[in-house]
């Protein structure tokens, strides 16, 4: 037996509230959409990840999701032009990644980085 995907769901009762933040910035694709639930992605395939954590690195909160970014720089341009909430600055981490934490528009904290 293999697992073979993970998906996160996030409740909502607002489905198009998902546009702006995870297709317009972070341009994801309409996967399927069945009315009751719609699912975003892309083509890229990742390797299957669960994390654990007492804590986000550096004494923060605990991320709701983590998403990787080939240019982080840029996202979080547009995330603060959009006006969404930056809770932790872009910063470069001592493990190797650049990243911030906004929240997305159902209150989930979203850690978005890149490696260096």
Do not use: C
């Not at 198009?16 to 395939?45: C, S, V």
């Amino acid at each position: 037996m293999m697992v073979k995907r993970i998906v996160a769901n996030i409740k909502t009762d607002d489905i198009p509230k998902a546009g702006l933040f995870y297709q317009d910035i972070l341009e994801l694709e309409i996967l399927m959409d069945h009315g009751w639930i719609r699912t975003l992605g892309n083509d890229e395939q990742a390797k299957v990840q669960l994390s654990f954590a007492i804590q986000g690195g550096n004494d923060t909160e605990v991320p709701d999701l983590s998403v990787e970014v080939d240019d982080v720089d840029d996202i979080y341009t547009k995330m603060k032009k959009a006006g969404f909430e930056i809770v932790y600055p872009v910063t470069n981490e001592e493990w190797g990644v650049r990243r911030f934490f906004v929240k997305d528009p159902f209150g989930k904290l979203i850690n978005i980085l890149s490696h260096q």
